[in-house]
């Protein structure tokens, strides 16, 4: 129901703008989580920005990097992530819930297949 695009492969210290778009969800009336799974870990939540975009939410590895916004005029919300790290490489999902922003994935029970982000020189 979710999908999301915008990854791909940059060198350190680039820039990627992933968005998430809704076919038959209407992304206002949620508030929508991205997460990264990294190979071999567990699935974290990166930002997360409430229905109407008043609250943002990152853990601390994006804070001062990325930015969550949203525009419900067009169902879509989007990550702008800068200053990418080897670290951040990952395969990044958006999460949809009711209600306010959680940490837990299992909170969310909208999701989308992902996009791979790989930062590698």
């Known amino acids: 129901q979710l999908v999301e695009s915008g990854g791909g492969l940059v060198h350190p210290g680039g820039s990627l703008r992933l968005s998430c778009t809704a076919s038959?969800?209407?992304?206002?009336?949620?508030?929508v989580g991205w997460f990264r799974q990294a190979p071999g870990k567990v699935r974290e939540r990166v930002s997360c920005i409430s229905f109407e975009g008043g609250d943002t939410k990152y853990d601390d590895t994006a804070k001062g990097r990325f930015t969550i916004s949203r525009d419900n005029a067009k169902n879509t919300v989007y990550l702008q992530m800068n200053s990418l790290k080897p670290e951040d490489t990952g395969l990044y999902y958006c999460a949809a819930r009711l209600g306010f922003c959680s940490p837990f994935h299992n909170d969310f029970p909208t999701w989308g297949q992902g996009t791979q982000v790989t930062v590698s020189s």
């Open positions: 038959e969800f209407i992304l206002s009336t949620a508030a």
